[in-house]
């Protein structure tokens, strides 16, 4: 099983809004997925439990306990890990060590650049991400790509040693989907669409990768 986690030790970045469209992504393209829910504030198992009760469940499994990596599905598929906002390397050490790739999301504003910079000089510290055998990729989130702001922003951190994989715009459809157990994967609309695309360079680096 390829097991993608989500981290960063800046919160209100848009990690479990990540996470949960990255595992609804990968159920609408009829891969077998598994989003764990590491963050003792529970928000992607309430957005399961909210997508179940509208008849699309995805197996939700608690993974607050560093016993409960063990029990992740053997075989094929994809296991979407969402872990605590403000986690260190020493917190996300079990999931470190067995993750097929890590996806750090960043807002294009200074306080949040510099919070992800100490954050990725410590993960760069692990030895599977010296050894270069865990990739770690850049989801900048929330962003408004005209503004000169955010160009100076991406300018900034394609300057890191790790990659820029996405842009995604700053749209409230995130936050009402979200808010409804769905993600942008489960419609159609020529709207929704554009959204998709701001993932399209996301999903083919993990397709490298793997």
């Known amino acids: 099983m390829k097991i993608w986690l989500v981290a960063c030790a800046k919160g209100g970045v848009g990690k479990t809004t990540l996470a949960v469209n990255l595992a609804a992504a990968e159920a609408a393209a009829g891969h077998a997925v598994t989003l764990v829910d590491a963050d003792p504030q529970g928000s992607a198992t309430r957005w399961s439990a909210r ?5 699309s469940p995805l197996p939700t499994l608690d993974g607050r306990s560093r016993s409960e990596v063990r029990r992740l599905p053997a075989g094929a598929g994809v296991a979407v890990v969402d872990t605590p906002a403000g986690a260190g ?7 470190l060590d ?3 790739a890590v996806l750090v999301p960043v807002q294009p504003s200074a306080f949040d650049i ?4 100490r954050f990725l000089e410590t993960l760069a510290t692990h030895p599977r991400v010296r050894r270069g055998t865990l990739p770690v990729a850049l989801v900048v989130n929330r962003i408004k790509p005209q503004t000169n702001a955010a160009q100076q922003a991406l300018e900034l951190l394609r300057g890191w040693n790790f990659p820029v994989v996405a842009q995604l ?13 769905r993600s942008l994967f489960d419609y159609h609309s020529a709207q929704v669409r554009a959204h998709q695309d701001d993932w399209k360079p996301l999903f083919h680096w993990l397709q490298q990768v793997d």
Do not use: C, I, M, N
Not at 89 to 95: A, C, H, S, T
Not at 169 to 181: E, F, I, K, M, P
């Open 169 to 181: 715009r700053d749209s409230q459809a995130y936050t009402v989907l979200t808010g409804l157990g």
């Open 98 to 100: 067995v993750a097929s």
């Open 51 to 55: 997508r179940a009760e509208l008849g």
């Open 89 to 95: 390397e020493r917190e996300l050490e079990p999931f």
């Open 114 to 117: 510099e919070a992800s910079a």
